[in-house]
């Protein structure tokens, strides 16, 4: 439990109730992406940690189904209390573990606190149906059960607000957990795996493996004794992660990103439209699932629009996000840098016009972080790779149009469905919008991040299939559904359907 110094930390797993070395006790560094330097090492596990978590969290989860909900609920009020105590702590290390401004950081500690005390509510309810019977004297009714065991999967971008969307429904439900957080991150997921111990949570309830996708991730895919999957990352690791469920009729939730799109009328309050862009677009250096990365604007109101975002765009301040006053930190590293860039050189060779940024910034003041200027295209056509592929980077492009129902179809017309915005002060624009954009968050007069998480979280086509992260719906994926009949008539009562038989 003293395992929490930032400087020269070193990770291990987190198996039942123990901190523990694996067999294999090779390491990598934990970079901080802000100027480059080593702030500790994790364990790059093999499928052997993860056999031994799933032996610990099948033997916790035999007892921990059986402690009643709002009693596993008053563990998760305390980890909702410790969260809050050591917000500032927390949220210092998330900036320095992955580069977001520390307004930002605060911002997501505070999201997994929401979450804690939200389902620890859940404790309390937990609800099925009761129903009538057809029969005389009979009562039914759908109950909730824990799946079981449950592989948890979580990105660098969210590192505790995510993980929280996925183990607090899990935990309340009755499940025990296997955690593998991305490996650019593990000293979030040590700060929250030592909460719940001190929460009370009991030992194997849950576990962390840290190390590899290609190991530890594929490890706990394929685990027989995993019974459902939730995942956050890209799409095309999504997708080899459902075939792999799908050989084993697994159950998998999946949020693999966004080509989100913000749409300006011509009716639209441009100050205020001009803020939502730039946060959305420019927050969290533009690596966010939710992020805004195609601005779908009305021509009358483009170039309007164009100059007032240049004008913004100069005063944001890029930097250590642990500085007073910087509103963009770096990106999380150097393969995240260069696909930045890459994109950035398809778009020009394309024929979108760079209007602003388009370039690593190597300023002395920056040091060894990975910074990219925020950046802006315009005179985008909706076909353009970069108007169609997820490039998690500050880089937003500009698509002009001339009509609503024109944004509405350019919205839809790629292969994501995450989130989408329109300004606009037309309530029929709003009422139609908010019908036809095919997005699974849809925002009026707001950028397209913010999602609050007593909401469904997830989207439509290649972003999700089906599942929600968040909001009660996260329980259905962590959750059977049981249907009990009870006949009290003391004679075998057939079905209605069986009666004539
Ligand atoms: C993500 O980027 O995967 O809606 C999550 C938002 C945040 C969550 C983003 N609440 O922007």
């Known amino acids: 439990m003293a395992n929490t110094v930032v400087d020269g930390a070193s990770v291990l797993n987190y198996i039942n109730g123990e901190w523990t070395a694996s067999k294999n006790s090779r390491f990598t560094e934990i970079i901080n992406p802000a100027n480059g330097s080593v702030l500790g090492k994790v364990l790059l596990s093999t499928s052997k940690d993860v056999d031994n978590a799933v032996a610990a969290a099948k033997a916790a989860q035999k007892k921990w189904?059986?402690?009643?909900?709002?009693?596993?609920?008053?563990?998760?009020?305390q980890v909702g209390a410790l969260m809050k105590e050591r917000k500032e702590r927390l949220s210092q290390i998330l900036t320095s573990e992955m580069g977001k401004v520390i307004e930002e950081a605060r911002g997501e500690v505070q999201e997994g606190i929401d979450m804690a005390f939200y389902m620890a509510g859940e404790g309390r309810r937990l609800t099925g149906d009761t129903t009538p019977s057809e029969l005389k004297d009979k009562f039914a009714m759908s109950v909730r059960v824990p799946v079981?065991?449950?592989?948890?999967?979580?990105?660098?971008?969210?590192?505790?607000?995510?993980?929280?969307?996925?183990?607090?429904?899990?935990?309340?439900?009755?499940?025990?957990?296997?955690?593998?957080?991305?490996?650019?991150?593990?000293?979030?997921?040590?700060?929250?795996?030592?909460?719940f111990t001190e929460a009370g949570l009991p030992k194997g309830v849950i576990n962390l493996v840290t190390g590899s996708g290609a190991e530890v991730g594929d490890a706990i895919v394929e685990h027989p004794d995993i019974d459902v999957i939730s995942f956050t990352g890209s799409n095309e690791v999504g997708r080899r992660i459902a075939e792999k469920c799908g050989r084993s009729l697994k159950r998998v939730s999946l949020e693999m990103g966004g080509k989100n799109a913000v749409i300006v009328m011509e009716d639209a309050d441009l100050d205020l439209a001009v803020e939502g862009i730039l946060w959305s677009a420019f927050g969290t250096s533009g690596q966010r699932?939710?992020?805004?990365?195609?601005?779908?604007?009305?021509?009358?109101?483009?170039?309007?629009l164009e100059q007032r975002l240049l004008a913004e765009m100069k005063k944001l301040t890029i930097g250590n996000g642990l500085e007073d006053g910087i509103k963009v930190g770096p990106v999380i590293n150097e393969r995240a840098i260069k696909k930045i860039h890459q994109y950035v050189e398809i778009g020009q060779e394309e024929g979108a016009k760079l209007l602003a940024g388009g370039s690593i910034l190597e300023d002395k003041?920056?040091?060894?972080?990975?910074?990219?200027?925020?950046?802006?295209?315009?005179?985008?056509?909706?076909?353009?790779?970069?108007?169609?592929?997820?490039?998690?980077?500050?880089?937003?492009?500009?698509?002009?149009?001339?009509?609503?129902?024109e944004a509405i179809e350019i919205n839809n017309g790629v292969s994501y469905g995450l989130s989408s915005a329109i300004f606009t002060k037309n309530v029929n624009n709003v009422f139609t919008a908010q019908r036809d954009l095919d997005t699974g968050i849809v925002y009026i007069n707001a950028?397209?991040?913010?999602?609050?998480?007593?909401?469904?979280?997830?989207?439509?086509?290649?972003?999700?299939?089906?599942?929600?992260?968040?909001?009660?719906?996260?329980?259905?994926?962590?959750?059977e559904w049981k249907s009990v009949y009870v006949d009290f008539s003391g004679k075998l009562q057939r079905a209605q359907i069986d009666m004539d038989v």
């Not at 699932?289 to 309007?304: G, L, P, Q």
């Not at 802006?376 to 909706?382: E, S």
């Open 65 to 77: 189904r059986l402690v009643p909900a709002p009693q596993r609920a008053e563990i998760l009020y």
């Open 365 to 405: 003041h920056l040091g060894n972080g990975y910074y990219y200027a925020p950046t802006l295209f315009t005179n985008v056509r909706p076909t353009m790779r970069i108007a169609q592929e997820e490039i998690f980077g500050p880089v937003t492009s500009i698509i002009p149009v001339q009509s609503l129902e």
């Open 447 to 479: 950028g397209t991040t913010g999602a609050e998480i007593h909401l469904p979280f997830g989207g439509s086509k290649g972003t999700g299939n089906g599942h929600r992260d968040s909001g009660v719906q996260a329980l259905d994926v962590f959750t």
């Open 289 to 304: 699932c939710t992020a805004c990365s195609r601005i779908i604007v009305h021509e009358k109101v483009k170039e309007e």
């Open 148 to 195: 079981g065991i449950v592989g948890i999967i979580t990105p660098w971008n969210f590192p505790i607000a995510i993980a929280t969307w996925k183990s607090f429904p899990a935990i309340v439900a009755g499940n025990a957990v296997i955690w593998k957080p991305a490996t650019e991150t593990p000293l979030m997921a040590q700060e929250l795996v030592n909460i």
